[in-house]
C-alpha cells in the first residue's frame, strides 16, 4: 500500500471547516483513500473514504485532487467532539468487493486535530 | 447494543503470566481483528480471522494465539507475557473491505 504523509497536528475554532490535508504521491490507480479517527481511549472509527471522485457523507467530506497525489477531508462545522488523531490510509481495492479478510488497514501516525471552543 | 465488545477492558498483570483477551461481534460479520497500539500509539494489525480461519498473521510471536470458536468471537490469548506486550489491543470486524468496527479497546499492563 502507498504511503501517505499528514501534518503532525493542527486546530481549529468550533463550528468552523476543518481541513485535514493527506499527501500520497506514489499512490496507483487501483489504490483507495481511506480516513478514519481515533477518539482519545477509544477504538478507530470510520470516516469516509474514495477513489478519484470527491466523496461527502454525514460525517465529511473527501476532495481528492486530479492527479490523486493528494486529498483533504473536510469537516464542515467542526465541534470540541471532533477533537482525535485522524489517519489517512490508502490501500489496494481486492479483487473481490465482499473479501474482508485480506483487507488490513496500515495506519501511520495521523494528524491529530484539536478543537478549540 | 454494542457492535464490537471486548472484555476485560483493562487488565494487570505479571510478567510470565499468561491471559486471555475476549472479542465479540453482534453485527454477523463474516472477518475479525486483532490490532495493537503500543506506547507509541501506532496501530498495527496482528490477526485476522474469515469465517473462524485464519487469513493473516502479521509475523506475531507464538506466544500470542488467537482462537475463534465462532464467527462472532476472537479471542486472544498470550502466554508467558513480557513488559513490551503492553499495549491497548483493538478488535475489530468487517462483512467487506470498505469499512472495519473496532472494539473499545483492552489496556494490556505487564509489570
Known amino acids: 500500500d502507498a504511503k501517505t504523509t499528514q501534518p503532525t497536528s493542527m486546530d481549529c475554532a468550533e463550528g468552523r471547516a476543518a481541513n485535514l490535508p493527506c499527501n500520497h504521491s506514489t499512490i496507483s490507480g487501483n489504490e483507495y483513500v481511506y480516513w478514519y479517527r481515533q477518539i482519545h481511549s477509544q477504538g478507530p472509527q470510520y470516516i469516509i473514504h474514495g477513489l478519484k471522485n470527491n466523496e461527502t457523507n454525514e460525517m465529511a467530506s473527501l476532495i481528492i485532487t486530479e492527479d490523486r497525489k493528494s486529498s483533504t477531508l473536510i469537516l464542515p462545522h467542526a465541534t470540541l467532539r471532533d477533537t482525535a488523531v485522524y489517519y489517512c490510509i490508502v490501500r489496494v481495492a481486492p479483487a473481490a468487493y465482499y473479501t474482508g479478510a485480506n483487507s488490513k488497514l496500515t495506519f501511520g501516525k495521523g494528524i491529530t486535530l484539536s478543537v478549540r471552543p | ?111
Open chain 2, 1 to 111: 447494543d454494542t457492535a464490537v465488545s471486548q472484555t476485560p477492558k483493562y487488565l494487570v498483570t505479571q510478567m510470565g503470566n499468561d491471559k486471555s483477551i475476549k472479542c465479540e461481534q453482534n453485527l454477523g460479520h463474516d472477518t475479525m481483528y486483532w490490532y495493537k497500539q503500543d506506547s507509541k500509539k501506532f496501530l498495527k494489525i496482528m490477526f485476522s480471522y474469515n469465517n473462524k480461519e485464519l487469513i493473516i498473521n502479521e509475523t506475531v510471536p507464538n506466544r500470542f494465539s488467537p482462537k475463534s470458536p465462532d464467527k462472532a468471537h476472537l479471542n486472544l490469548h498470550i502466554n508467558s507475557l513480557e513488559l513490551g506486550d503492553s499495549a491497548v489491543y483493538f478488535c475489530a470486524s468487517s462483512q467487506d473491505w470498505r469499512e472495519q468496527f473496532f472494539g473499545p479497546g483492552t489496556r494490556l499492563t505487564v509489570l
